[in-house]
T-cell receptor
């Protein structure tokens, strides 16, 4: 079974600062994927970034980067130069690459950007 | 617009009733997933279909059922509704069957069900 743990229920960050959202995971699968999704107050789920378990380099997508530490089973999301529009719920998720494509989600972190 | 279409966006009904939620996946996607998001349970996986066949089942109640049709759209049927079924129901779609790389799920905007 897969498990995602997000220990920060809420975070407040000053605009233009960088922020790190924590995510740890547990799985017995040898190959897996790690994902981050953003859910604004409007409710939709927006895919942000993906990291494969065998990827040597940390994934980056614009202002988003994923700090992947396989030995520690962590996949933290880093948002650089935060903007007011970054205020949202952020979910870490994972799946298996062996015929189990569904995503298992963490409980989320509510990020609030302060002007 | 994610390309995944869910209807209705909002639904208010009474306990004991039955509702059907509809999902059209993104063009080219063969897999459809249903998730339930409630305040106390987070995002819970319900069920997955691939090209018309059930592929994976999560914590889906016996009162709930789903299917995927030949045109790949999917329906989630919720019956004998209870107050606790009030939630945001998401449909998501993806391309891959067996993924060796990223199998990104694209989510619809959700159907918000309120049971009174």
């Amino acid at each position: 079974a897969q498990k995602i743990t997000q220990t920060q229920p809420g975070m407040f960050v000053q605009e233009k600062e960088a922020v790190t959202l924590d995510c740890t995971y547990d799985t017995s699968d040898p190959s897996y994927g790690l994902f981050w999704y953003k859910q604004p107050s409007s409710g939709e789920m927006i895919f942000l970034i993906y990291q494969g378990s065998y990827d040597q380099q940390n994934a980056t997508e614009g202002r988003y980067s994923l700090n992947f530490q396989k030995a520690r089973k962590s996949a933290n999301l880093v948002i650089s130069a935060s903007q007011l529009g970054d205020s949202a719920m952020y979910f870490c998720a994972m799946n298996s690459n062996f015929g189990n494509e569904k995503l298992t989600f963490g409980t989320g972190t509510r990020l609030t950007i302060i002007p | 617009d994610s390309g995944v279409t869910q209807t209705p966006k909002h639904l208010i009904t009474a306990t004991g009733q039955r509702v059907t939620l509809r999902c059209s996946p993104r063009s080219g996607d063969l897999s459809v997933y249903w998730y339930q998001q409630s305040l106390d349970q987070g995002l819970q996986f319900l069920i997955q279909y691939y090209n018309g066949e059930e592929r994976a089942k999560g914590n889906i109640l016996e009162r709930f059922s789903a299917q995927q049709f030949p045109d790949l759209h999917s329906e989630l049927n919720l019956s004998s509704l209870e107050l606790g079924d009030s939630a945001l129901y998401f449909c998501a779609s993806s391309v891959a069957e067996d993924s060796s790389g990223a199998n990104v799920l694209t989510f619809g905007a959700g159907s918000r069900l309120t049971v009174l």
